[in-house]
């Protein structure tokens, strides 16, 4: 029994590397970033290295290294894919940013607010600048705070943005 477990952990045998990678594939369950799997991956390689009696340890661990980062490289971009990160939709405020909408009631300045009509629905709103913004003027949502905008007039937008 004690030879077995020496043979276990004896990296010249690659069952240490085989445990390792078992290991560290298994606690990959526990989350989707597939980080512990790459290396997971990259020990049970160095373990089929190990079984031909290639290398020294210091040249297993290099093959260790250099499969694990190999394999981390290539799972990043399919764990964004898992997990949706690459794809984030805007929802609620963040959609709201940038889109146009009309003054439907005069926005006096910071004091004194105006509405704005923004896809069917009526809006609260200021100004950015503190500058008066009449109906019928095609303004910007720049910021949005609770239930209330801050716009600013889109010839405004365009000659900043030029």
């Known amino acids: 029994m004690a030879d077995l ?22 606690l990959e369950s526990l989350g989707a970033a597939l980080a512990l799997a790459s290396i997971g991956v990259g020990a049970l390689l ?6 031909f009696g290639l290398l020294s340890l ?11 980062l190999v ?16 794809n984030k939709v805007k929802t609620n405020t963040e959609a709201m940013l940038e889109r146009t909408g009309v003054v439907i009631r005069p926005i006096g ?20 600048n503190d500058m008066a913004i009449p109906s019928g ?11 209330t905008l801050t716009v600013e007039p889109c010839s405004t937008a365009k000659e900043e943005n030029a």
């Open 137 to 147: 003027i095609q303004v910007v949502i720049r910021k949005v705070e609770g239930n």
């Open 58 to 68: 210091s040249g297993l661990l290099v093959v260790f290294v250099v499969a694990s």
């Open 109 to 128: 300045g910071k004091t004194e607010p105006g509405y704005v009509k923004l896809a069917g629905d009526e809006w609260r709103a200021f100004p950015l």
């Open 5 to 26: 477990f020496s043979q276990l952990l004896d990296y010249e045998f690659g069952y240490f590397w085989v445990l390792v990678g078992m290991v560290l594939i298994i």
């Open 46 to 51: 160095t373990a089929v290295v190990a079984f």
């Open 71 to 86: 394999m981390f490289g290539v799972s990043r971009p399919v764990a964004h894919r898992l997990t949706g990160e690459g």
